[in-house]
């Protein structure tokens, strides 16, 4: 073989592979464009300025803050006096104050639970430790939302009807099923850490606080977002438990009565920027958490 | 068969074979997931078996102390010096003997009560709680007429009734525990020992006994909010605790199996209904499962793939899209694929007739799958990367160095690779998609609807139509028996494949 042609076969592969290559790039710019379409529309309509739910184009004929005005202001028809939050229609503030104390209050409380029962599965070893990994599956399996009607006559019971602490009992009691990812976690960190503390005298309480919780970042940060993003995207639990009890809403319930058949036409644009709103932390949150998901999902198969 | 005669064989008799080996598994795995129930089982009787042994052997071997603390609970260790612990014993003692008393014996007489008449002229054996009966005689033995208008409430009945047995086998576990503590300290001071002082015991729980500290938070929680729900929800299966028995106001009683065989075959549109979801949420669970693998690696091969650059902004631009809250983006393209919509608004725009794509059968039910498609391919996305690049690259290379092209490498490396890690994720989203709930409630809510279902519509999971009969219909019953198939279903299909895979074996390599 000649030197010039294995260079005309050189280009000839360098150009096939760059035909596959551009052909690639291609099938993904497609993609991204199918994929983030809604998301874009989204963003389009919570600035459209024309009424209605739906127009033939994407890009808005007249652009307007209102939507997002409209979100926190609510003024009467007749008088254009500005409503007291307790008589606006749609009080999304009031929702946003509502979620994020259901928020914060299970994140709290679920991450303890979460961090104490993985540990103790992961780590520790006693008589009914394989029983409850066991019953912790099998529980696991009943549909979330299957005892619903039972818990809501718990709370009746209780007192707690129609009350925004419910949401947080609801939301946290369950958590000590979520251990799954971060007993993964801690069986990936190394045993002999255990056994030299306690060579040196510790007992297995402060090996937990001392030694594993400061080497666990990571899991306790995944571990806190997704206990805080769970009660803002839920939608199951609030819309029954909640029912008609307009102030106790949350901003997905909400948000999803917005779109009522009579109050569609009218909202739909004021449903996107409130849409708008909750998407931009959510996102922030999810993108930071991402490789701790994987991680998660494939049982510590990938070292994040 | 040798792993020699498998390298052997061509790709297609390869093929062939692991299609094979993977039916003929199948009978095999059955058969040992029933012999494990059966194992299962006989473990839990030999256990019991064995504590009833103890429980006798203790009492008779035990002293004076031991064999008191038989009846008077904590006797044991405050004969044997240990007063804290002992008064710890008999304290529990007290209260669950007043909560019996005062609460609890209530209940287990009114859970099954005979001849109440709970309507005018009817009369039912076996209703949840009591109507007060017109006369009663009281400690005086003066006739007297009860107030008639209060009726006992069943769903408190029934709760109550759930509680008061979970409360009474924590009490036994302590009786048991309570019988045992007495018999080690005793055996302590027969050998010369001193048993362990209150103070120091209570040290053990932040060291030997750490776990129990850890844990008995989370598992009271457990009970009281998952555990006591669930069991109240299964009892709701027996009852005909529907619209039309809705306490307060009107009772509910046992009915057998009554509810189950209306879902199965004796009431025509309930159990034409069932079946015709349990077809469809299979249906779905499969193709959702399988579209989003298949579409979400090969994404991510497309992503991964060596020459590509920004591969980081390609990713982000897909999990962006999985990071808004589903309710947000399904309403959205609920309202975007409805016959007025913005999809049919730009076809009609650009001269084509409008599509039906959520208010036609067959069209719903792409379009829901479809969907499902844009809402999970980036998870699975985001889950292949991870893994392609763990890969080690000297496989590959020796691969090109044997002269494998592209091809050959992602069938003989990449593929196997992949489906071997990610086979727990598949069973997942598999029993996830039987459970998926979102997709399917905000873009289609369950329609259409025609008029010989019950309560449900033609998209309609098995866990949507049980939301629906919770919240709109309020056919608890019916509920609670949709529930308990649909946990069976998980179940089973979950611990078939769990079997299978090794997945399982390896929990304790790490440590």
């Known amino acids: 073989m000649t030197n010039t042609d294995s260079k005309a076969m050189q280009s000839g592969y360098a150009s096939k592979k760059k035909a596959v290559n551009t052909l690639v790039y291609i099938i993904l710019t497609v993609m991204v464009l199918i994929w983030i379409f809604p998301i874009v529309y989204l963003v389009m309509q919570s600035f459209r300025g024309e009424p209605g739910i739906s127009t033939s184009y994407l890009i808005p004929k007249q652009w307007t803050f209102d939507n997002y005005i409209r979100l926190f202001v609510e ?26 104390l259901v928020a914060v209050l299970s994140c709290v409380i679920s991450t303890l639970i979460i961090l104490m029962v993985s540990y103790a599965l992961s780590r520790l070893r006693f008589k009914s430790r394989k029983m409850l990994l066991n019953m912790g599956l099998i529980l696991g399996m009943f549909p979330g939302f299957m005892s619903m009607a039972a818990v809501y006559a718990i709370m009746e019971i209780f007192g707690l009807k129609q009350q925004l602490i419910a949401l947080v009992i609801v939301y946290s009691a369950g958590a000590g099923l979520g251990y799954q990812v971060a007993k993964g976690f801690f069986d990936t960190i190394p045993r002999s850490l255990d056994e030299a503390a306690k060579i040196d005298g510790a007992t297995r309480n402060q090996i937990f606080w001392v030694i594993i919780l400061p080497l666990s970042k990571p899991i306790i940060v995944y571990t806190a977002l997704t206990t805080f993003i769970g009660p803002w995207t839920d939608y199951i639990f609030v819309s029954y438990f909640m029912k008609d009890n307009k102030d106790n809403w949350t901003v997905a319930l909400g948000l999803w009565n917005m779109l009522g058949n009579q109050t569609m036409a009218d909202w739909f644009t004021v449903f996107c920027a ?24 494939t049982g510590g198969a990938v070292k994040g | 068969m040798d792993y020699l005669d498998y390298v052997q064989m061509t790709t297609g008799q390869k093929i062939a074979y692991k299609f094979k080996s993977f039916f003929t598994g199948i009978p095999v795995a059955i058969k040992k997931f029933f012999l494990a129930i059966g194992m299962l089982i006989k473990k839990f009787f030999n256990f019991i078996g064995n504590g009833f042994k103890g429980y006798g052997s203790r009492f008779v071997k ?44 209530n209940y287990f007489q009114k859970i099954y009560s005979t001849d109440v008449e709970v309507e005018p002229g009817v009369i039912v054996n076996g209703a949840i709680g009591k109507v007060p009966v017109h006369k009663t005689t009281n400690m005086f033995g003066i006739e007297e007429i009860d107030n008639l208008d209060t009726l006992d409430d069943s769903n ?99 009915t057998g199996v009554t509810n189950f065989q209306d879902v199965f075959y004796s009431d025509p549109m309930k159990s034409a209904t069932f079946g015709k979801i349990l077809v469809w949420t299979l249906v779905w669970a499969v193709f959702a499962t399988f579209t989003n693998y298949i579409f979400g690696m090969i994404l991510a091969l497309l992503i991964n793939k060596k020459e590509i650059k920004f591969k980081s902004f390609w990713r982000t631009m897909f999990v962006v899209t999985a990071a808004v809250p589903q309710f947000v983006t399904l309403l959205l393209m609920r309202l975007m694929l409805d016959d007025k919509g913005a999809f049919n608004n730009m076809i ?29 391919v980036p998870y699975t996305m985001l889950i292949t990367s991870g893994l392609l690049m763990n890969i080690p690259e000297d496989l590959y290379e020796s691969a090109r160095i044997d002269g494998a092209n592209a091809f050959q490498q992602f069938t003989k490396i990449t593929f196997p ?13 598999f029993v996830g998609n039987i459970n998926n709930f979102n997709v399917i409630y905000f873009l289609t809510g369950g329609g259409p609807s025609p008029a010989e279902y019950y309560q449900a519509g033609q998209t309609d999971l098995l866990v949507t139509w049980l939301y629906k009969l919770t919240v709109v219909s309020s056919d608890f019953n019916l509920a609670a028996v949709i529930g308990i198939i649909v946990f069976i279903i998980c179940a089973t299909g979950s611990l078939i494949t769990f079997n299978m895979s090794k997945a399982a074996k390896n929990e304790e390599e790490f440590s």
């Open chain 1, 274 to 297: 409130g849409a708008v709103l909750i998407a931009i932390p959510i996102t922030i949150l999810f993108v930071i958490m991402q490789r701790f998901y994987v991680a998660g999902v």
């Open chain 2, 348 to 376: 009609i725009a650009l001269g084509g007739s409008s599509i039906p794509f959520l208010t036609d059968c067959t069209c719903a039910r792409i379009t829901v799958i479809i969907v499902n498609m844009w809402v999970g």
């Open chain 2, 62 to 105: 035990g002293d004076i102390g031991t064999k008191l603390s038989y009846i008077v609970m904590g006797a044991g260790n405050m004969f044997h010096k240990q007063i804290g612990k002992g008064l710890c014993f008999l304290a529990a003692q007290c209260a669950y003997i007043y909560f019996m008393i005062s609460f609890g014996m």
């Open chain 1, 75 to 100: 003024t009467d028809p007749k008088t254009g006096a500005v409503l007291p939050m307790d008589e606006m229609r749609f009080p999304y503030l009031r929702w946003i104050l509502n979620t994020l």
């Open chain 2, 417 to 429: 690779y992949i489906f071997f890690v990610t086979t727990p994720y598949l069973i997942t989203t």
């Open chain 2, 156 to 254: 408190r009945i029934l709760l109550f009734f759930v509680m008061t047995v979970i409360v009474s086998v924590v009490f036994f576990v302590l009786y048991i525990a309570n019988t045992k503590s007495a018999y080690a300290s005793g055996e302590e001071i027969k050998n010369g020992k001193k048993p362990i002082g209150f103070i120091d015991e209570l040290k053990t729980y932040l060291d030997e006994r750490f776990h129990v500290t850890l844990l008995t938070v989370p598992i009271v929680l457990l009970f009281l909010f998952t555990i006591l729900p669930i069991l109240f929800t299964i009892f709701m299966a027996f009852t005909n605790y529907d619209e039309k028995h809705q306490p307060p106001g009107n009772m509910y009683w046992w």
